[in-house]
Protein backbone atom coordinates (compact mmCIF):
# COMPACT_ATOMS: atom_id res chain seq x y z
CA UNK A 1 0.00 0.00 0.00
CA UNK A 2 1.53 3.10 -1.11
CA UNK A 3 0.58 6.77 0.23
CA UNK A 4 1.10 9.73 -1.20
CA UNK A 5 3.47 12.68 0.18
CA UNK A 6 1.46 14.95 2.29
CA UNK A 7 3.34 17.82 0.52
CA UNK A 8 0.97 17.15 -2.31
CA UNK A 9 -2.66 17.33 -0.49
CA UNK A 10 -1.69 20.90 0.71
CA UNK A 11 -3.07 23.51 -1.14
CA UNK A 12 -1.31 27.21 -0.97
CA UNK A 13 -3.68 29.90 -0.25
CA UNK A 14 -2.35 33.38 -1.71
CA UNK A 15 -2.37 36.26 0.81
CA UNK A 16 -4.35 38.91 0.22
CA UNK A 17 -2.21 42.45 -0.55
CA UNK A 18 -2.82 44.59 2.56
CA UNK A 19 -0.78 47.21 0.90
CA UNK A 20 -2.06 50.46 1.87
CA UNK A 21 -2.98 53.19 -1.19
CA UNK A 22 -0.90 55.72 -1.83
CA UNK A 23 -1.31 59.29 0.20
CA UNK A 24 -3.72 57.43 2.77
CA UNK A 25 -5.92 57.18 -0.15
CA UNK A 26 -6.41 60.82 -0.67
CA UNK A 27 -7.01 60.83 -4.79
CA UNK A 28 -8.47 63.00 -7.39
CA UNK A 29 -11.18 60.75 -8.14
CA UNK A 30 -12.38 60.97 -4.43
CA UNK A 31 -11.92 64.65 -4.83
CA UNK A 32 -13.86 64.90 -7.93
CA UNK A 33 -16.77 62.85 -6.48
CA UNK A 34 -16.85 64.63 -3.51
CA UNK A 35 -16.87 68.08 -5.16
CA UNK A 36 -19.96 66.90 -7.23
CA UNK A 37 -21.81 65.80 -4.69
CA UNK A 38 -21.34 69.32 -3.15
CA UNK A 39 -22.17 71.29 -6.46
CA UNK A 40 -25.32 69.27 -6.50
CA UNK A 41 -26.79 70.72 -3.58
CA UNK A 42 -28.80 73.17 -4.71
CA UNK A 43 -29.11 75.19 -0.83
CA UNK A 44 -25.26 74.50 -0.41
CA UNK A 45 -24.90 76.74 -4.44
CA UNK A 46 -27.96 79.02 -3.03
CA UNK A 47 -26.20 80.26 -0.10
CA UNK A 48 -22.69 80.03 -1.44
CA UNK A 49 -23.21 81.70 -4.63
CA UNK A 50 -26.41 82.91 -5.62
CA UNK A 51 -26.77 84.99 -1.93
CA UNK A 52 -23.39 87.07 -2.05
CA UNK A 53 -23.84 88.10 -5.97
CA UNK A 54 -27.37 89.00 -5.13
CA UNK A 55 -26.25 91.06 -2.18
CA UNK A 56 -23.73 92.76 -4.20
CA UNK A 57 -26.62 94.29 -6.60
CA UNK A 58 -28.74 95.79 -3.75
CA UNK A 59 -25.83 97.35 -2.03
CA UNK A 60 -23.15 97.59 -4.31
CA UNK A 61 -24.74 99.22 -7.25
CA UNK A 62 -25.99 102.15 -5.22
CA UNK A 63 -22.37 103.24 -4.47
CA UNK A 64 -21.69 103.01 -7.91
CA UNK A 65 -19.64 106.18 -8.74
CA UNK A 66 -18.72 106.65 -5.08
CA UNK A 67 -14.97 107.30 -4.21
CA UNK A 68 -12.60 105.85 -1.39
CA UNK A 69 -9.41 108.16 -0.27
CA UNK A 70 -7.29 106.76 -2.44
CA UNK A 71 -9.81 107.47 -5.32
CA UNK A 72 -10.65 104.13 -5.95
CA UNK A 73 -14.13 102.95 -6.51
CA UNK A 74 -16.23 102.27 -2.95
CA UNK A 75 -18.13 99.45 -5.26
CA UNK A 76 -15.11 97.28 -5.27
CA UNK A 77 -14.49 97.79 -1.85
CA UNK A 78 -18.03 96.05 -1.34
CA UNK A 79 -17.21 93.49 -3.46
CA UNK A 80 -14.33 92.49 -2.26
CA UNK A 81 -15.92 91.84 1.34
CA UNK A 82 -18.76 90.00 -0.43
CA UNK A 83 -16.22 87.83 -1.81
CA UNK A 84 -14.91 87.20 1.63
CA UNK A 85 -18.38 86.34 2.69
CA UNK A 86 -19.11 84.52 -0.10
CA UNK A 87 -16.08 82.08 0.30
CA UNK A 88 -16.25 81.91 4.20
CA UNK A 89 -19.99 80.48 3.50
CA UNK A 90 -18.56 78.19 0.98
CA UNK A 91 -15.42 76.58 3.46
CA UNK A 92 -17.82 76.46 6.06
CA UNK A 93 -20.19 74.68 4.49
CA UNK A 94 -18.03 72.00 3.02
CA UNK A 95 -16.42 71.13 6.03
CA UNK A 96 -19.75 70.99 7.99
CA UNK A 97 -20.84 68.15 5.79
CA UNK A 98 -18.87 65.60 7.69
CA UNK A 99 -21.76 66.21 10.48
CA UNK A 100 -24.17 64.99 8.11
CA UNK A 101 -21.85 61.96 7.39
CA UNK A 102 -21.19 61.17 10.82
CA UNK A 103 -25.09 60.66 11.27
CA UNK A 104 -25.79 58.39 8.06
CA UNK A 105 -22.71 56.56 9.25
CA UNK A 106 -20.73 57.30 6.48
CA UNK A 107 -17.48 58.49 8.22
CA UNK A 108 -17.77 54.81 9.80
CA UNK A 109 -18.11 52.79 6.83
CA UNK A 110 -14.52 54.52 5.23
CA UNK A 111 -12.94 54.03 8.50
CA UNK A 112 -13.04 50.13 7.28
CA UNK A 113 -11.29 50.99 4.63
CA UNK A 114 -7.49 51.62 3.30
CA UNK A 115 -8.67 55.03 3.23
CA UNK A 116 -6.86 57.01 5.95
CA UNK A 117 -8.19 59.29 8.49
CA UNK A 118 -5.94 62.27 7.45
CA UNK A 119 -6.46 61.55 3.57
CA UNK A 120 -10.30 61.76 4.56
CA UNK A 121 -9.72 65.13 6.23
CA UNK A 122 -7.27 66.59 3.81
CA UNK A 123 -10.45 65.60 0.96
CA UNK A 124 -12.88 67.42 2.94
CA UNK A 125 -10.55 70.81 3.18
CA UNK A 126 -9.48 70.48 -0.44
CA UNK A 127 -13.27 70.28 -1.46
CA UNK A 128 -14.33 73.57 1.09
CA UNK A 129 -11.35 75.28 -0.58
CA UNK A 130 -12.18 74.70 -4.23
CA UNK A 131 -15.59 75.67 -3.59
CA UNK A 132 -14.16 78.87 -1.79
CA UNK A 133 -12.58 79.62 -5.08
CA UNK A 134 -15.50 79.19 -7.10
CA UNK A 135 -17.54 81.67 -4.75
CA UNK A 136 -14.33 84.00 -5.30
CA UNK A 137 -14.42 83.82 -9.07
CA UNK A 138 -18.18 84.08 -9.45
CA UNK A 139 -18.45 87.16 -6.65
CA UNK A 140 -15.69 88.75 -9.04
CA UNK A 141 -17.18 88.15 -12.42
CA UNK A 142 -20.75 89.38 -11.29
CA UNK A 143 -18.79 92.73 -10.05
CA UNK A 144 -16.76 92.86 -13.36
CA UNK A 145 -20.11 92.94 -15.39
CA UNK A 146 -21.89 95.58 -13.00
CA UNK A 147 -19.01 97.81 -13.67
CA UNK A 148 -16.23 97.58 -11.34
CA UNK A 149 -13.27 98.69 -12.83
CA UNK A 150 -9.90 98.40 -10.59
CA UNK A 151 -6.31 97.35 -11.58
CA UNK A 152 -5.51 93.70 -12.47
CA UNK A 153 -3.29 93.25 -9.87
CA UNK A 154 -5.68 94.21 -7.15
CA UNK A 155 -7.70 91.70 -8.40
CA UNK A 156 -5.43 88.94 -7.79
CA UNK A 157 -4.31 90.09 -5.12
CA UNK A 158 -7.56 90.24 -3.46
CA UNK A 159 -8.92 87.53 -4.58
CA UNK A 160 -6.14 85.30 -3.51
CA UNK A 161 -6.36 86.65 -0.27
CA UNK A 162 -10.02 86.52 0.10
CA UNK A 163 -9.49 82.68 -0.68
CA UNK A 164 -6.27 81.76 1.28
CA UNK A 165 -7.95 83.48 4.42
CA UNK A 166 -11.00 81.39 3.51
CA UNK A 167 -8.88 78.38 4.85
CA UNK A 168 -9.78 79.34 8.35
CA UNK A 169 -13.38 78.77 8.03
CA UNK A 170 -12.71 75.47 6.19
CA UNK A 171 -11.62 74.44 9.72
CA UNK A 172 -14.39 76.35 11.43
CA UNK A 173 -16.65 74.04 9.05
CA UNK A 174 -14.86 71.14 10.52
CA UNK A 175 -14.63 71.72 13.96
CA UNK A 176 -18.79 72.51 13.60
CA UNK A 177 -19.27 69.32 11.87
CA UNK A 178 -17.85 67.34 14.59
CA UNK A 179 -19.79 69.13 17.22
CA UNK A 180 -23.14 69.80 16.36
CA UNK A 181 -25.89 66.76 15.28
CA UNK A 182 -26.35 66.84 11.30
CA UNK A 183 -29.51 68.02 11.51
CA UNK A 184 -28.93 71.18 13.24
CA UNK A 185 -25.21 71.78 11.79
CA UNK A 186 -26.39 74.53 8.86
CA UNK A 187 -29.07 76.01 11.58
CA UNK A 188 -26.03 76.51 13.83
CA UNK A 189 -23.51 77.93 11.14
CA UNK A 190 -25.63 80.18 9.26
CA UNK A 191 -26.57 82.99 12.41
CA UNK A 192 -23.56 82.75 13.49
CA UNK A 193 -21.37 83.72 10.28
CA UNK A 194 -23.72 86.35 9.48
CA UNK A 195 -23.32 87.65 13.04
CA UNK A 196 -19.25 87.57 11.89
CA UNK A 197 -19.90 89.38 8.93
CA UNK A 198 -21.69 92.00 10.76
CA UNK A 199 -19.29 92.89 13.15
CA UNK A 200 -16.26 91.74 11.29
CA UNK A 201 -16.44 94.73 9.04
CA UNK A 202 -17.83 92.98 5.92
CA UNK A 203 -21.30 93.91 5.80
CA UNK A 204 -20.71 97.26 6.87
CA UNK A 205 -17.65 99.18 7.52
CA UNK A 206 -15.76 98.75 10.94
CA UNK A 207 -15.46 102.39 11.14
CA UNK A 208 -18.98 103.25 11.12
CA UNK A 209 -19.70 101.20 14.12
CA UNK A 210 -19.36 102.12 18.32
CA UNK A 211 -16.06 102.55 19.46
CA UNK A 212 -16.66 99.19 21.39
CA UNK A 213 -17.79 97.42 18.78
CA UNK A 214 -14.54 98.48 16.57
CA UNK A 215 -12.14 97.14 19.50
CA UNK A 216 -14.32 93.97 19.86
CA UNK A 217 -13.91 93.50 15.95
CA UNK A 218 -10.57 93.11 15.67
CA UNK A 219 -10.97 89.29 17.88
CA UNK A 220 -13.41 88.26 15.72
CA UNK A 221 -11.99 85.47 12.55
CA UNK A 222 -13.56 87.94 9.44
CA UNK A 223 -11.32 90.70 10.81
CA UNK A 224 -7.93 89.85 9.79
CA UNK A 225 -9.20 87.80 6.38
CA UNK A 226 -11.06 91.05 5.29
CA UNK A 227 -8.41 93.15 6.20
CA UNK A 228 -6.11 91.54 4.17
CA UNK A 229 -8.98 91.07 0.80
CA UNK A 230 -8.81 94.65 0.80
CA UNK A 231 -5.73 95.85 2.01
CA UNK A 232 -4.64 95.93 -2.37
CA UNK A 233 -7.72 98.03 -3.08
CA UNK A 234 -7.32 100.45 0.14
CA UNK A 235 -3.79 100.86 -0.35
CA UNK A 236 -3.56 100.89 4.04
CA UNK A 237 -0.95 97.79 3.81
CA UNK A 238 -1.19 94.85 5.91
CA UNK A 239 -0.80 94.94 10.03
CA UNK A 240 0.49 92.62 11.83
CA UNK A 241 -2.55 92.80 13.88
CA UNK A 242 -4.56 91.54 10.88
CA UNK A 243 -2.06 88.28 10.25
CA UNK A 244 -2.01 87.12 13.44
CA UNK A 245 -5.93 87.56 13.47
CA UNK A 246 -6.12 85.11 10.60
CA UNK A 247 -3.10 82.80 12.00
CA UNK A 248 -4.28 82.72 15.71
CA UNK A 249 -8.09 81.31 14.26
CA UNK A 250 -7.06 79.42 11.92
CA UNK A 251 -5.09 77.34 14.45
CA UNK A 252 -7.70 77.32 16.99
CA UNK A 253 -10.23 76.18 14.51
CA UNK A 254 -7.61 73.64 13.56
CA UNK A 255 -6.39 72.46 16.79
CA UNK A 256 -10.59 71.82 17.81
CA UNK A 257 -11.01 70.40 14.23
CA UNK A 258 -8.23 67.98 15.15
CA UNK A 259 -8.97 66.95 18.65
CA UNK A 260 -12.82 66.23 18.11
CA UNK A 261 -11.96 63.72 14.98
CA UNK A 262 -9.51 61.93 16.84
CA UNK A 263 -12.12 61.70 19.72
CA UNK A 264 -14.79 60.57 16.75
CA UNK A 265 -12.51 58.10 15.49
CA UNK A 266 -12.04 56.29 18.77
CA UNK A 267 -15.49 55.01 18.85
CA UNK A 268 -14.75 52.58 16.15
Same mark, same amino acid.
Given at each position: ???????????????? %?????????????????????????? #????????????????? $?LPERGQSLDNGRPVIAYI???????????????? $??????????????????????????VATKVATAMVLGLIAVVV?????????? #???????????????? &???????? &???? $????????VMQFIGPILAVLAMFGGL???????? %??????????????????? #?????? %??????????????????????? #????? %?????
Amino acid at each position: MTTLPATSAVTRTEQP %DRRLPALGGFAPAVLLIELRRVLRNR #RTLAFTLIMPAVFFLIF $GLPERGQSLDNGRPVIAYIMISLAVYAAMVATTSA $GGAVATERALGWSRQLRLTPLRPAAYVATKVATAMVLGLIAVVVEFGVGAAAGV #RIPVHVWLLAGLAAWV &GSLVFAAF &GLFV $GYLVPAENVMQFIGPILAVLAMFGGLFVPVEVLP %DVLQQAAKFTPVYGVGELS #RAPLTG %DGVSVAGVANMVVWALVFGFGAS #RLFRR %DTARV
